[in-house]
C-alpha cells in the first residue's frame, strides 16, 4: 500500500520571547498560523527497516532528519517489525522559519498512527511530538493558535482562512539556537491580545498593523537582506509583513491579489523562493 499526506507549513503572526529557561529553552508567546504551502510525504510499506528518501540534496537522510526520529519513536510503541519507506516531496524551504522540519515529523506522527492502526489520540501524539521539536504540536494540529511556553501549549484562536500571503525566502539557512542567543530579552512586550482581537473582528489591516517578531532586531543586524525584502513588500501593496520565526522567509498580507502578483513576478527575479499562498 502507498499511503500520502500533505505537510502544511506555518508563519508566525506575532512571536515574542519573554525570557531564557532553566531547560535551555526560551519561554515564548506566538501566534502560529497554518499556510497551504506544503511538502508531501509519501509512505510505502516494506518488508523490514526504514528508508528515506527525498527531492532536495542538502535535507539529510539520517537520524538528525525529524522524519526518521518519528518514524523510531512511533516503531518503538507499535513494536512492530514492519518496515517503512518514506518519500519527502520538499517544497517548504529548509531551516527558514516555516516548521518545515517540525510538520514532516508531524506527518508521520499521523501516518504511522493511521498505517499500523495504533489508534493514538492527538494528545498522546502531541506528547510524543513534543520531544521531537517545540513546532511539532502546532504541525499536528494546526489553523490559528496562540503558542506559550516553548510553543507546545496551545490555544485555540478564531480561524484566520483564506488570506493571501506573499512568501519570500532568500535561499540561505539561519540557526534558530544561533538567533535565540543573540535576543536581547526586554520588558517591552507584543500586544498578542490585541492581535487575536483583530483576528477575531476578522480585521485584515488590524491584523496587517499588528504583526510582530521579536527576533526580527536581531537577523536584520546580521542579514539586512531580510529587512529589504519586507521593506520591498511594503512598497509595494502589502499591508503589513513580517519575518517568520527565526527567519530567513518574509511573509506579507495583501488585500490585493493583482498587487500580489504583480509583486511575486518582480521578487522571483531576484530570489529563488517566492510563493503566493494562503492561511488555512
Given at each position: 500500500?502507498?499511503?500520502?499526506?500533505?505537510?502544511?507549513?506555518?508563519?508566525?503572526?506575532?512571536?515574542?520571547?519573554?525570557?531564557?529557561?532553566?531547560?535551555?529553552?526560551?519561554?515564548?508567546?506566538?501566534?502560529?498560523?497554518?499556510?497551504?504551502?506544503?511538502?508531501?510525504?509519501?509512505?510505502?510499506?516494506?518488508?523490514?527497516?526504514?528508508?528515506?528518501?527525498?527531492?532536495?540534496?542538502?535535507?539529510?537522510?539520517?537520524?538528525?532528519?525529524?522524519?526518521?526520529?518519528?518514524?523510531?519513536?512511533?516503531?518503538?510503541?507499535?513494536?512492530?517489525?514492519?518496515?517503512?519507506?518514506?518519500?519527502?516531496?520538499?517544497?517548504?524551504?529548509?531551516?527558514?522559519?516555516?516548521?518545515?522540519?517540525?510538520?514532516?515529523?508531524?506527518?508521520?506522527?499521523?501516518?504511522?498512527?493511521?498505517?499500523?492502526?495504533?489508534?493514538?489520540?492527538?494528545?498522546?501524539?502531541?506528547?510524543?511530538?513534543?520531544?521531537?521539536?517545540?513546532?511539532?504540536?502546532?504541525?499536528?494540529?494546526?489553523?490559528?493558535?496562540?503558542?506559550?511556553?516553548?510553543g507546545e501549549k496551545l490555544k485555540e484562536v478564531k480561524p484566520f482562512k483564506n488570506k493571501h500571503i506573499l512568501l519570500v525566502n532568500p535561499?540561505?539557512?539561519?540557526?534558530?539556537?544561533?538567533?535565540?542567543?543573540?535576543?536581547?530579552?526586554?520588558?517591552?512586550?507584543?500586544?498578542?491580545?490585541?492581535?487575536?482581537?483583530?483576528?477575531?473582528?476578522?480585521?485584515?489591516?488590524?491584523?496587517?498593523?499588528?504583526?510582530?517578531?521579536?527576533?526580527?532586531?536581531?537577523?536584520?543586524?546580521?542579514?539586512?537582506?531580510?529587512?529589504?525584502?519586507?521593506?520591498?513588500?511594503?512598497?509595494?501593496?502589502?499591508?503589513?509583513?513580517?519575518?517568520?520565526?527565526?527567519?530567513?522567509?518574509?511573509?506579507?498580507?495583501?488585500?490585493?491579489?493583482?498587487?500580489?502578483?504583480?509583486?511575486?513576478?518582480?521578487?522571483?527575479?531576484?530570489?529563488?523562493?517566492?510563493?503566493?499562498?494562503?492561511?488555512?
Amino acid at each position: 500500500m502507498v499511503y500520502e499526506i500533505d505537510a502544511h507549513a506555518k508563519v508566525n503572526l506575532a512571536l515574542d520571547v519573554l525570557k531564557k529557561r532553566q531547560d535551555g529553552y526560551h519561554e515564548i508567546r506566538s501566534i502560529m498560523q497554518e499556510i497551504s504551502l506544503c511538502d508531501k510525504l509519501i509512505f510505502k510499506e516494506i518488508k523490514t527497516g526504514f528508508k528515506l528518501h527525498t527531492n532536495n540534496k542538502n535535507l539529510p537522510v539520517d537520524k538528525s532528519n525529524l522524519v526518521y526520529r518519528a518514524y523510531e519513536k512511533m516503531a518503538q510503541i507499535a513494536n512492530t517489525n514492519v518496515g517503512v519507506e518514506v518519500e519527502i516531496i520538499k517544497n517548504i524551504p529548509l531551516s527558514a522559519g516555516l516548521a518545515g522540519g517540525s510538520t514532516n515529523a508531524a506527518a508521520t506522527l499521523l501516518m504511522l498512527n493511521e498505517i499500523w492502526k495504533l489508534d493514538l489520540p492527538l494528545e498522546k501524539l502531541m506528547q510524543i511530538g513534543e520531544e521531537l521539536g517545540s513546532d511539532v504540536a502546532f504541525c499536528l494540529v494546526g489553523g490559528t493558535k496562540l503558542a506559550e511556553g516553548k510553543g507546545e501549549k496551545l490555544k485555540e484562536v478564531k480561524p484566520f482562512k483564506n488570506k493571501h500571503i506573499l512568501l519570500v525566502n532568500p535561499g540561505f539557512e539561519i540557526s534558530t539556537p544561533y538567533v535565540y542567543s543573540k535576543i536581547k530579552i526586554d520588558n517591552k512586550r507584543i500586544d498578542i491580545e490585541g492581535l487575536i482581537k483583530a483576528i477575531e473582528a476578522d480585521d485584515l489591516f488590524s491584523v496587517a498593523n499588528k504583526l510582530e517578531n521579536k527576533m526580527e532586531e536581531v537577523v536584520f543586524k546580521e542579514f539586512p537582506i531580510i529587512r529589504d525584502i519586507k521593506d520591498y513588500m511594503l512598497k509595494n501593496g502589502a499591508i503589513g509583513a513580517l519575518m517568520s520565526g527565526s527567519g530567513a522567509s518574509v511573509f506579507a498580507i495583501y488585500e490585493d491579489v493583482e498587487k500580489l502578483e504583480y509583486t511575486k513576478v518582480k521578487m522571483e527575479k531576484i530570489y529563488p523562493y517566492c510563493f503566493h499562498t494562503l492561511t488555512v
